[in-house]
T-cell receptor, first 112, second 114 residues
C-alpha cells in the first residue's frame, strides 16, 4: 500500500512534443503529490506538486492532472525541449510532506 | 540562500576507513534527511531529523551514523562500509509541517567503496 507505481520507465519524444508520465497509488491517506526532476550527477529538484483537493495544476510548461477516484496522477510537459531530458520521479506523502514514497522514475529524452 | 550544500562531491574510501559526509542549509528548515540513491533507482530514505532530533531510522546498518550538531548542519559518519554501499548520498531539507512541503535536495556525494 505504500508503493507508488510509475510508467513508462523510459520515454523518447521529439522537441515540441508533449510527454506524459503516469503514476498510481493505493494509500488513500496520501495527501501531497510532488514531481521531481533529476539531471545526471545532481540531486532531485522539486518541479511541481499537487494536493488531492484540486484536479489540475499548471506551472509554466508543466501540468499535473490528478484523478482522486482513480488514485492516479500524471505529469504533462508542454512544448518539450532537449533541456527537459532528465529522470522524473513522482512521489507521495501523508501528513503534509514528510516521509515521501518515490515512484521508480521515468527517463525522458527529448530529441532536437 | 535557497540551497542545500553537500561536501565532498566525490569520495573514495576503503572498507576500513572512517569518513564523514557533510550537509548544510541556511533556509531555516527544521527537518533534514539522508537518502541513498543507486543508479537508475529512486532515492531511498535513510534517516530523518526533525528539530535536530532523530525521528526516523529506516533500519539502516550501524556502519552509517547520522549526527545533527545544529539546525543547519547534518553529518553522516561512515565506518567499515561495504562495496555495495557505493551510491549517491543525498541530503535534503524541508520546513516542518507547515508552509512549503517539498524537499530541497543537495547535489549529493558520490561515494565509492573499494
Amino acid at each position: 500500500q505504500q508503493q507508488v507505481k510509475q510508467s513508462p520507465q523510459s520515454l523518447i519524444v521529439q522537441k515540441g512534443g508533449i510527454p506524459i508520465i503516469n503514476c498510481a497509488y493505493e494509500n488513500t491517506a496520501f495527501d501531497y503529490f510532488p514531481w521531481y526532476q533529476q539531471f545526471p550527477g545532481k540531486g532531485p529538484a522539486l518541479l511541481i506538486a499537487i494536493r488531492p483537493d484540486v484536479s489540475e495544476k499548471k506551472e509554466g510548461r508543466f501540468t499535473i492532472s490528478f484523478n482522486k477516484s482513480a488514485k492516479q496522477f500524471s505529469l504533462h510537459i508542454m512544448d518539450s525541449q532537449p533541456g527537459d531530458s532528465a529522470t522524473y520521479f513522482c512521489a507521495a506523502s501523508k501528513n503534509y510532506g514528510q516521509n515521501f514514497v518515490f515512484g521508480p522514475g521515468t527517463r525522458l529524452s527529448v530529441l532536437p | 540562500d535557497t540551497e542545500v550544500t553537500q561536501t565532498p562531491k566525490h569520495l573514495v574510501m576503503g572498507m576500513t576507513n572512517k569518513k564523514s559526509l557533510k550537509c548544510e542549509q541556511h533556509m531555516g528548515h527544521r527537518a533534514m534527511y539522508w537518502y541513498k540513491q543507486k543508479a537508475k533507482k529512486p532515492p531511498e530514505l535513510m534517516f530523518v531529523y526533525s528539530y535536530e532530533k532523530l525521528s526516523i531510522n529506516e533500519s539502516v546498518p550501524s556502519r552509517f551514523s547520522p549526527e545533527c550538531p545544529n539546525s543547519s548542519l547534518l553529518n553522516l559518519h561512515l565506518h567499515a562500509l561495504q562495496p555495495e554501499d557505493s551510491a549517491l548520498y543525498l541530503c535534503a531539507s524541508s520546513q516542518d509541517r507547515s508552509g512549503n512541503y517539498g524537499y530541497t535536495f543537495g547535489s549529493g556525494t558520490r561515494l565509492t567503496v573499494v
